[in-house]
């Protein structure tokens, strides 16, 4: 059973950063592209960007280019997504998602920034 | 980037009826979309993938259609378990991008 944890809730001042974590069980995440999603409260979807774990290689959305970074770990199998600049705007719950058709999902890290 | 328009923005319906949910792209996906049930504090769950493929464990009272840049989800016998937020998603091109989401309620 293919299965994503992610890591638990963060809280984070203006202008820090957080970096958040999902490890995947079940596969193996060379084999497929994990993607982030946000959604803001009481908002729909957001899509950040996707990263292929077996060389690194990354796609953002615009919006994101400057405020995620996304990496993977295959030893581990584990994604990660570093927020940086941290700002009210960045409060919501953030998803780790695979395959391209999001089939697995992550249950999900509420990052709340407030000082 | 490739919008994603949604409609309708609610909808209340009875139980056993249809109801259909569509999405409009901006540009072809080439059906490379997707429909996920979201409900409230939980994770989006997928419903429909490649426009009309049912995903694993979703009851075949959930279909979708479409080509090109319209799209539609279809659900049948209206159950009250159904009560979500449906969303629709392309992935054809990045970024992908998502409807902005239809709240489904029992009459």
């Known amino acids: 059973e293919v299965q994503l944890q992610q890591s638990g809730t963060e809280l984070g001042k203006p202008g820090t950063s957080v970096k958040l974590s999902c490890k995947v069980s079940?596969?193996?995440?060379?084999?497929?592209?994990m993607h982030w999603v946000n959604q803001r409260p009481g908002k729909g979807l957001e899509w950040i960007g996707r990263?292929?774990?077996?060389?690194?290689?990354?796609i953002y959305s615009e919006k994101f280019k400057s405020k995620a970074t996304l990496t993977a770990d295959t030893s581990s199998n584990t994604a990660y997504m570093q927020l940086s600049q941290l700002t009210s705007d960045d409060t919501a719950i953030y998803f780790c998602a695979t395959p391209d058709w999001f089939a697995y999902w992550g249950q999900g890290t509420l990052v709340t920034v407030s000082s | 980037d490739n919008q994603m328009t949604q409609s309708p923005a609610s909808l209340s319906a009875s139980l056993g009826e249809t109801v259909t949910i569509e999405c409009r792209a901006s540009e072809d996906i080439y059906s490379n979309l997707a429909w996920f049930q979201q409900k409230p504090g939980k994770s989006p769950q997928l419903l429909i993938y490649d426009e009309n493929s049912l995903a694993d464990g979703v009851p075949s009272r959930f279909s979708g259609s479409g080509s090109g840049t319209h799209y539609s989800l279809k659900i049948k016998s209206l159950q009250s378990e159904d009560v979500a937020s449906y969303f629709c998603?392309?992935?054809?091109?990045?970024?992908?991008?998502f409807g902005s989401g239809t709240k489904l309620e029992i009459k």
């Open positions: 998603q392309q992935y054809n091109n990045y970024p992908f991008t």
């Open positions: 079940g596969y193996n995440t060379r084999n497929t592209y």
């Open positions: 990263i292929d774990p077996a060389n690194g290689n990354t």
